[in-house]
């Protein structure tokens, strides 16, 4: 019989579960898009931004190969390269205005979204081949629709076509994880590390998927403001409006927490905090712009007393974490975003992605941080 997620007693092994498989098409997503703006609007290597992708849909494989053969984990991986390398193909033939092989492109990427559909269905009786095919297509879908408008260079849709991809990402993710849960559950394998213990605590599902959007700040606030960067030293997108997406991503996350914590006059300071970090990057681009490095040294050791001032927070409010081990990461997000920064600066684009991929790994390893504390909070509560 199948085994359904309850949505009233989501485990800690079932919420790691779903996380786990969200956050890597979120980070899918965010490659993507990355190696789409290197192709159309030449800020990076391609080439590099490529391999990334490719890094991504192998660490996907290991996933697999956690329940599944190695043959099985090695041949999803090569579905999924199949799918960079047809968006790659469509994107070449594009550009040199070849509209047959596009369309020929196009066709082998819904080609290949039908096979990983059928491929997943043929390793896991719990993975519906048409609810797969209907979700990898759409995937492809708003894909395709996101490099047309870095080709047209009209971003006015940009923001919420980026949007719809990571939410839906959010959705690819849930039926990931329900199909593996399904399947370890199913008595194919060993079940113990994910069915509920004697008194073991849990949580609603609308509790964690509030847990997750607290926890995906992390990701939202490094790729919004690489969004600003780029709109300010590129002028790619509309800067007025990536600022406002800034300063949206902070009043949801504030909004979230306060559904935990509840109401708090420090919670109102924290947001002012956050989005005085939001202004202080954009007047420190303009001044490493400008040259003006006075300006940017007093902006500096601003943005270090907003770190203070947030680890602060932080211990405030949550027990559970700890400021010095905030104020550390605090610390190390900051300085690779003044380094990626001034790598847009420099066009260094190759170091540039080496700086991005250290932040996604500080925001992954962040947000595993911040959502256990969260977690013990919820559970736990204030220690007496």
């Known amino acids: 019989m199948?085994?359904?997620?309850?949505?009233?007693?989501?485990?800690?092994?079932?919420?790691?579960?779903?996380?786990?498989?969200?956050?890597?098409?979120?980070?899918?997503?965010?490659?993507?898009?990355?190696?789409?703006?290197?192709?159309?609007?030449?800020?990076?290597?391609?080439?590099?931004?490529?391999?990334?992708?490719?890094?991504?849909?192998?660490?996907?494989?290991?996933?697999?190969?956690i329940l599944f053969t190695r043959s099985i984990s090695d041949q999803y991986s090569q579905l999924l390269n199949q799918f960079s390398i047809g968006l790659r193909e469509l994107i070449?033939?594009?550009?040199?205005?070849?509209?047959?092989?596009?369309?020929?492109?196009?066709?082998?990427?819904?080609?290949?979204?039908?096979?990983?559909?059928?491929?997943?269905?043929?390793?896991?009786p719990y993975f519906n081949e048409a609810e797969w095919r209907d979700l990898l297509r759409r995937y492809l879908q708003d894909t395709i629709q996101e490099a047309n408008l870095f080709a047209s260079e009209d971003y006015r849709m940009d923001i919420e076509y980026f949007d719809r991809l990571t939410e839906l990402s959010n959705t690819i993710g849930d039926a990931f994880a329900q199909g593996l849960y399904d399947y370890i559950t199913s008595g194919a394998e060993n079940t113990s590390n994910l069915l509920p213990q004697d008194g073991e605590r849990c949580l609603t599902y609308e509790q964690?998927?509030?847990?997750?959007?607290?926890?995906?700040?992390?990701?939202?606030?490094?790729?919004?403001?690489?969004?600003?960067?780029?709109?300010?030293?590129?002028?790619?997108g509309d800067e007025d409006a990536v600022y406002a997406r800034l300063q949206q991503v902070v009043a949801d996350y504030v909004n979230n927490l306060n559904q935990i914590f509840g109401e708090n006059p420090r919670t109102d300071e924290y947001q002012l905090e956050l989005n005085a970090y939001i202004s202080l990057i954009d007047s420190l681009i303009?001044?490493?712009?400008?040259?003006?490095?006075?300006?940017?040294?007093?902006?500096?050791?601003?943005?270090?007393?907003?770190?203070?001032?947030?680890?602060?927070?932080?211990?405030?409010?949550?027990?559970?974490?700890?400021?010095?081990?905030?104020?550390?990461?605090?610390?190390?997000?900051?300085?690779?975003?003044?380094?990626?920064?001034?790598?847009?600066?420099?066009?260094?684009?190759?170091?540039?992605?080496?700086?991005?991929?250290?932040?996604?790994g500080q925001a992954e390893s962040a947000s595993d941080y911040f959502s256990q504390g969260l977690l013990n909070y919820m559970f736990q509560g204030q220690p007496q």
């Open 2 to 65: 199948k085994n359904e997620f309850n949505e009233q007693c989501i485990t800690y092994s079932q919420m790691n579960l779903i996380f786990n498989s969200r956050i890597f098409w979120r980070r899918l997503t965010i490659w993507t898009r990355i190696y789409i703006i290197s192709r159309y609007l030449g800020i990076g290597t391609a080439e590099e931004s490529f391999g990334r992708l490719y890094l991504e849909n192998l660490d996907f494989g290991d996933m697999l190969r």
């Open 92 to 124: 070449t033939s594009l550009l040199q205005d070849d509209l047959d092989a596009a369309r020929q492109n196009i066709d082998r990427l819904l080609q290949n979204a039908d096979q990983r559909a059928a491929f997943l269905a043929s390793i896991n």
């Open 208 to 236: 964690l998927n509030l847990a997750y959007d607290i926890r995906m700040f992390w990701f939202d606030m490094i790729t919004w403001v690489r969004a600003l960067m780029l709109s300010k030293y590129r002028e790619v």
């Open 286 to 360: 303009t001044a490493q712009k400008a040259g003006n490095t006075e300006e940017i040294d007093r902006i500096t050791r601003q943005l270090y007393q907003n770190a203070d001032a947030r680890a602060a927070w932080a211990s405030y409010i949550n027990p559970y974490w700890d400021e010095n081990e905030w104020r550390t990461r605090l610390y190390n997000n900051l300085s690779s975003t003044l380094d990626e920064s001034a790598t847009f600066l420099t066009e260094d684009y190759a170091r540039n992605l080496d700086i991005f991929s250290t932040l996604m």
